[in-house]
C-alpha cells in the first residue's frame, strides 16, 4: 500500500461541510456527508475527492453509499494478479 496520512484533513478540501474520515497518499480523501442525499432507491453518504498529483487540479468529487464500496472492489480485484 501508498503512503497512508490518517485522521489528517487535506489542505486543498474544499468541503467544510464534509466530515473528514480519511486521507490516502495526500491526493485522496473521503468524508461523511452532513445529510444523506437522495440517489436512486437510496441515499449517497459519504464524498470521494481525488487530486491530480501533478497538477494540484480536482481530478474527482463523487458523492458515494455504502453499495458503491462492492462496486470499487469489482473494479480494482482485475489488479490483484
Known amino acids: 500500500m501508498g503512503k497512508v496520512i490518517p485522521h489528517k484533513k ?3 478540501c474544499e468541503r467544510p461541510t464534509c466530515q ?6 495526500g491526493i485522496m480523501c473521503i468524508g461523511k456527508l452532513p445529510e444523506p442525499e437522495p ?4 441515499f449517497n453518504t459519504h464524498r470521494l ?3 491530480e498529483e501533478e497538477t494540484g487540479e480536482h481530478l474527482v468529487r463523487i458523492v458515494i453509499n455504502k453499495s458503491d464500496v462492492g462496486w470499487f472492489e469489482y473494479l480494482f480485484e482485475v489488479m490483484k494478479d
Open 10 to 12: 487535506p489542505e486543498w
Open 39 to 42: 440517489h436512486g432507491y437510496g
Open 20 to 25: 473528514y474520515l480519511r486521507n490516502g497518499a
Open 49 to 51: 475527492c481525488m487530486l
